[in-house]
């Protein structure tokens, strides 16, 4: 079978599932809190006192203070780690839920394009979702009228970061919802993951080994050498972990 029939055929088990609705739900509840968050803290914010302690990285004026707010301060860090543990969970459940991974891996189709049919789904509904996010933050600042003129190479910039941070949790995610058998386990992972990253991120080696923290680093405006390395190190992961799990898929005893 070629790779976009398994795609297709994949998108169509989750046509009116829960997957669709988590990718703006989400995204919907991050841009509520921002807004309550921006309009009634708005001078706080934005007063000298915050914006000189966010100098040091890289904040300069009122669009990268939003997008940094959105980010830390409204936790879309770690929402979009709930995200993907959530869509990697949903997407691999189907298959235990029915008992239908004997009937799938039956098919005369190579089974590293099963397993990628799998995560291209996760990737395309959180990129979905970072898109959703990002429109969100310009709708508040548009809405709540920032007087500054709007950056939209920052935004760009934020959303590619943010997707290249994603794709090494969507192959971590995707590596263990697909070989756990509860799949509630395997979302607590993530969540867990997500939760415990502040710790890891405060050290230097472990914080690259984890790719729960690579969300930390998706600002656009830190120092060019800073986002490099983490460009550099989210494709290694997702490269990594995306190995292991076809290896391992293709081990699977029907």
Request: hydrophobic residues 55%; proline residues 2%; charged residues 15%.
């Amino acid at each position: 079978m070629r790779f976009p029939s398994i795609l297709k055929s994949e998108f169509l088990k989750y046509k009116k599932g829960a997957l669709w609705k988590i990718s703006f739900i989400v995204p919907l509840i991050s841009f509520l809190m921002l807004f309550g968050d921006w309009y009634y803290r708005a001078d706080y914010l934005t007063s000298a006192k915050v914006l000189k302690k966010l100098n040091d990285i890289g904040v300069e004026n009122k669009w990268q203070l939003i997008l940094f707010e959105n980010h830390m301060g409204m936790q879309w860090n770690l929402l979009l780690i709930l995200i993907i543990s959530l869509i990697a969970a949903i997407v691999n459940h189907v298959e235990y839920s029915e008992n239908s991974w004997k009937t799938i891996l039956s098919k005369p189709a190579k089974r590293y394009k099963i397993y990628m049919s799998k995560w291209v789904v996760i990737f395309i509904v959180t990129l979905i979702s970072i898109l959703l996010n990002s429109l969100g933050i310009i709708a508040v600042g548009k809405i709540l009228k920032i007087e500054e003129t709007l950056n939209l190479n920052l935004f760009i910039k934020y959303i590619v970061l943010q997707t290249i941070g994603a794709m090494a949790i969507i192959s971590l995610q995707q590596f263990i919802s697909c070989f756990m058998k509860n799949s509630i386990v395997a979302a607590c992972i993530g969540f867990c993951g997500g939760i415990s990253a502040y710790m890891f991120y405060q050290g230097k080696i472990i914080s690259k080994m984890v790719p729960y923290t690579y969300t930390f680093d998706a600002l656009p405006f830190l120092d060019a050498s800073e986002l490099t390395t983490f460009v550099v190190i989210s494709f290694i992961a997702a490269a990594f972990w995306m190995a292991l799990g076809i290896i391992k898929f293709k081990r699977v005893e029907v």
